[in-house]
């Protein structure tokens, strides 16, 4: 049996290669224009998380596994263009793994905070997440808590229905909305982190006030 899913599992990493890839800058462009429609300047995809239900419990770290919806499962990163297009695709990390610190251990991860960013990204440009993430100058995420505050709460809205728009489907398919109450907080990023989501926190107040902008100006929803 184990030798048959290694068999399978390397039949589908090969197609993932010839599936799944990074657009090229022409193509970044492109997506970019299309967000930018919906008063996402810059944004070039969408990142969620998600979870692939195991079939019974792992024997080892077994209780890792354990999601928030009961099943024992692993932790899936995707990020899709404006097509609905997967462009990248991460998985493997125990299922009760908050969204973020999965995606902070995949290759995107780290190449978007290098000196190689610049082959994944142009100037401007971002990922659009919702608030179970934490924005940086290359993730953009939903405010966590609104606080009653009418352009954090206008801005999420714009987020979500931009989120919405992307999943919706000719055909039947399962869509979870999740409230920010029932998202976990991020874990406490390390302290060489902390600069960076300051950045990050910038860079949102600049995208949120270029969307409410756009928004407030007839455009849009």
Known sequence: MVNYTNRVMTAIECCLKNEISWPNRLERTRIASVFAAGGFLG???????????????????GETYFDRKGDY????QIIS????????????????????????????????????????FDRGQYLLGDSGYTSGERLVAAFRNAGGDKDKTDFN??????????????????????????????PTPPLDERAMIARGRRRRLEVQS????YMRNGNGH
Not at 52 to 61: H, T, V, W
Not at 73 to 76: F, L
């Open 81 to 120: 263009d404006d097509r609905k297009r997967i462009i990248y695709f991460f998985t493997g990390m125990p299922g009760s793994c908050h969204d973020v610190t999965c995606l902070r251990e995949s290759s995107l991860w780290k190449r978007m905070h290098s000196q190689q960013q610049h082959l994944l």
């Open 43 to 61: 944004c070039i995809g969408l990142v969620d998380g998600t979870t692939i239900r195991l079939s019974q419990r792992p024997a080892e770290d």
């Open 157 to 186: 809205t714009c987020i979500a229905h931009r989120r919405d728009d992307w999943t919706e489907a000719d055909g039947p398919i399962e869509v979870e909305v999740e409230s920010e109450v029932q998202i976990p907080d991020p």
């Open 210 to 213: 270029e969307c409410l902008a």
């Open 73 to 76: 499962s692993i932790n899936a």
